[in-house]
């Protein structure tokens, strides 16, 4: 183990084993960091400009701010350690950073300025692994943990590296209870650093981020929409959560609505259909307004008029035909479990998506799922079938839910309906298939409530 990687788990155990100090219980403490000035690798204009922004933004809404301006790997772990003993029993911890980050082997690596990086092996040594900063928030005790991260650019590493490196960032899981992770761009792609003195991304962000009444869900769904429109629909923010409860960077008016409380939503009523268990979902309740519907190939599409309207289900890809059965979108509206969509990429689907769009708004109470390969027992347990999803709406707001491994029908309910113009449900995690990796669904419907 390097000297590095010794001293970010030296942290990480004595985290985890301290006592809040009483100082910072109830306090708000942020690392926002800002890399331009690169010495072996390409310079960016804007990150240092990106975390000046936020870092006053913060200080206004009251955080105990750590800013590091162009860091080198000193100064990295000097201020993580600042950092963490300021976030340790806070009630928000939150990290932005800017700068270059890239994906090697799946794993995401943020870069001080003085990195020099000719191999993989390089990176333990020189470059701060993303999963890091939230083993350090988690251990921290922080009740809510908010990471963002405006470090999806061109890849700067050399083409020695091009064989385990790809574009943008990998995706990270959201894997502890008050967790939310934002990213400037959707996984894997390149995210602008903007023509201006700001990003995209940060520009959004600090703009709409004091604005009262607006709970942090709902605030990323406007940052989202926001960029998708100012980069002519070329960069779309992306979201995963695990939040307990609301979040408001700019506080509540004394005339909005209460917010809704985990009790509120576990007590939400649930249709247990023919399931043995059924789960409650959570959304925003906060006044939509609907990004445009998320952009699929028309060939992965299927449509049906039925319940007042046309609904078209399309999916981000399709396993070929195979002993005549077909697995296609159509499959997860036609009340038949023994047909199923199946994913069609390589490894076990994760990432890929559905989309239920709808032609105009429609109220929609939740969704009924029939996981895996429903046909028989012994075809459901060779294929693979969805552990947890990512439910995203029109308004921008996500949900992660997690699925049992169980071939009847489940059904999922939001704490109220929600009026959509889509729904879109991205596989996060998968229980393995005893011999195929396909992941596959069976049925997936809205319930509407109009």
């Not at 860091?71 to 950092?83: A, E, I, S, T």
């Not at 489940?410 to 996060?428: D, S, V, Y």
Request: net charge negative; hydrophobic share 40%; with cysteine.
């Amino acid at each position: 183990m390097t000297g590095i990687r010794k001293a970010i788990a030296g942290l990480i155990f004595f985290l985890a084993f301290a006592g809040p100090g009483p100082v910072l219980a109830a306090g708000k403490a942020a690392l926002v960091i800002g890399n331009g000035a690169y010495q072996a690798m390409p310079a960016l204009r804007n990150p240092a400009n990106d975390a000046n922004l936020i870092s006053a933004k913060l200080v206004e809404l009251g955080f105990d701010v750590v800013r590091i301006i162009d860091g080198n790997r000193q100064d990295f772990w000097d201020g993580l350690k600042q950092f963490g003993r300021k976030a340790q029993g806070a009630d928000v911890a939150l990290v932005f950073y800017a700068g270059h980050g890239v994906q090697v082997n799946g794993r995401n690596w943020l870069l001080p300025v003085d990195a020099e990086i000719e191999a993989s092996t390089d990176l333990p040594a020189q470059a701060l692994k993303a999963n890091d900063l939230l083993e350090i928030m988690e251990a921290s005790g922080a009740k809510l943990k908010l990471v963002f991260l405006d470090a999806c650019r061109n890849n700067p590493l050399p083409r020695s590296l091009s064989r385990g490196a790809a574009n943008g960032l990998a995706r990270l899981e959201a894997n502890a209870a008050g967790m939310m992770i934002a990213f400037a761009t959707s996984p894997g792609d390149v995210a602008l650093d903007g023509s201006g003195n700001n990003s995209p991304f940060t520009e959004a962000l600090a703009r709409l981020i004091d604005t009262p009444d607006l709970e942090v869900r709902h605030l990323m769904g406007k940052v989202r929409e926001s960029v998708y429109v100012s980069t002519g629909e070329r960069q779309l923010p992306w979201l995963n959560e695990a939040l307990i409860g609301e979040f408001y960077f700019g506080g509540q008016s004394s005339e909005a609505a209460a917010p809704a409380t985990q009790s509120d939503a576990t007590a939400a009523k649930v249709d247990s259909g023919s399931a043995a268990q059924t789960a409650p979902l959570v959304a925003s309740r906060a006044e939509p307004t609907h990004l445009p519907t998320p952009p699929y190939h028309r060939d992965l599409c299927q449509s049906v008029r039925d319940l007042g309207g046309t609904v078209e289900f399309c999916a981000s890809s399709i396993l070929d035909p195979q002993f005549g059965n077909r697995y296609g979108p159509g499959n997860l509206f036609d009340q038949n479990p023994s047909t199923a969509w199946v994913e069609g990429v390589r490894g076990d689907g994760a990432g890929q998506k559905i989309l239920i769009a709808f032609d105009r708004p429609r109220r929609v109470a939740g969704f009924q799922i029939t996981n895996g390969y429903a046909k028989n027992r012994d075809i459901y347990r060779k294929n693979a079938r969805v552990r947890t999803a990512m439910i995203t709406l029109s308004d921008g707001s996500t949900q992660s839910v997690s699925l049992p491994d169980d071939m009847r029908a489940n059904r999922f309910t939001f704490g109220a309906p929600q009026e959509t113009t889509w729904l879109e449900f991205e596989i996060g995690s998968v229980f393995a298939g005893a011999r195929y990796s396909d992941t596959a669904v069976s049925e997936l419907v809205p319930i509407f409530a109009d």
